[in-house]
């Protein structure tokens, strides 16, 4: 079982629509990270939510931390092909170390053109 | 701007059979990471190192060392390669806390 859980694990939309991605853990996190990794790369950071109830947004992406920073969601708005790709988010757990960071299984998303 | 560099990109080992992933950073950060990826499982944590001197266990650690050489290179070593091993490793590191982590391309491992 994985600290962080993510849902859904696929996701195949229309360019044009928009979508949610969930992470969700049962402990708290003093912060929360958003990866995006394409195939055969490594992962790349697109935000880091800090304060619980903060809300960011990155051009047509929004980012939300819960309040009570055990959960973050991930909206995007008229998805484009280039969205495409495994969406991660990571953190390390409020009673561990800072420097263990761990991630969720991630989401896969295709934007169908 | 190298980042972080990992070799090799790719290797195959016979069960049993031992190897050195090697990993450097020129960003004089702080902390460096070894991560194993595998289908629908995200990447899981094997092992971190705070700070020079220093290496902890992450989340997957049985079947694997690590080495903080120096600040700049952190390697994983397998000891005696197993078929659950077959994966893709990822070095990363970062600087200081809620920074991004910095990631290298990529070991792909089979074991046979």
């Known amino acids: 079982t994985q600290l962080l859980e993510q849902s859904p694990q696929f996701l195949s939309i229309q360019e044009g629509e928009n979508l949610t991605v969930y992470c969700n853990s049962s402990s708290v996190f003093s912060s929360l990270q958003w990866y995006r990794q394409e195939p055969g790369e490594g992962p790349v950071l697109l935000v880091t939510?800090?304060?619980?109830?903060e809300v960011k947004k990155l051009k047509r992406l929004t980012f939300q931390f819960g309040d009570a920073r055990k959960d973050s969601s991930l909206h995007i708005t008229a998805a484009q092909p280039g969205d495409t790709g495994l969406y991660l988010c990571a953190g390390a757990p409020a009673k561990t170390s800072y420097d263990k960071v761990i991630f969720g299984p991630g989401t896969s998303l295709s934007v169908i053109p | 701007n190298a980042g972080v560099t990992q070799t090799p990109k790719f290797q195959v080992l016979k069960t049993g059979q031992s190897m050195t992933l090697q990993c450097a950073q020129d960003?004089?950060?702080?902390?460096m990471y070894w991560y194993r990826q595998d289908p629908g499982m995200g990447l899981r944590l094997i092992y971190y190192?705070?700070?020079?001197?220093?290496?902890d266990k992450g989340e997957v650690p049985n079947g694997y060392n690590v080495s903080r050489l120096n600040k700049r290179e952190f390697s994983l070593r397998l000891e005696s390669a197993a078929p659950s091993q077959t994966s893709v490793y990822f070095c990363?590191?970062?600087?200081?806390?809620?920074?991004?982590?910095?990631f290298g391309n990529g070991t792909r491992l089979t074991v046979t």
């Open positions: 990363a590191s970062r600087g200081f806390e809620d920074s991004p982590l910095h």
């Open positions: 960003m004089n950060h702080n902390s």
């Open positions: 939510v800090v304060t619980g109830g």
């Open positions: 190192s705070a700070s020079e001197g220093t290496t």
